[in-house]
């Protein structure tokens, strides 16, 4: 509310892509008022780029943790592989033959 009546009564540049950043101009300044429409355009694409900045750190972070991922996937892949191929093999099977006879034995 106070910034609307500032306004109506001294002249003021606005920034709104910036939160109600403004500047307030006591006494006439033709030479900055001129340059308000440039001014304000070129702090909006000035926050722009900030902002698409900060967006694109944030894609390489998650392309970064979506490759880690996708490596610790593949680890886990390798391991059950690894897994798999102990459980088909001939000593595994024949582990599981004694060790199904040893409980046999006992009962």
């Not at 429409?37 to 972070?61: F, Q, R, T, V, W």
Request: no cysteine; net charge neutral; glycine share 2%.
């Amino acid at each position: 509310e106070l910034w609307k009546e500032l306004k109506r009564k001294h002249q003021a540049i606005e920034f709104r892509h910036s939160y109600g950043l403004g500047v307030l101009f006591k006494s006439s300044n033709e030479s900055m008022l001129n340059l308000k429409d440039e001014l304000e355009l070129h702090y909006s694409y000035l926050l722009e780029d900030i902002e698409n900045a900060k967006i694109g750190k944030m894609l390489d972070e998650i392309r970064q943790k979506n490759d880690e991922i996708k490596q610790r996937n593949d680890e886990i892949e390798q391991k059950n592989d690894e897994i798999n191929f102990m459980k088909s093999s001939k000593f595994w099977k024949l582990r599981e033959s004694y060790l199904n006879f040893k409980d046999n034995l006992k009962k």
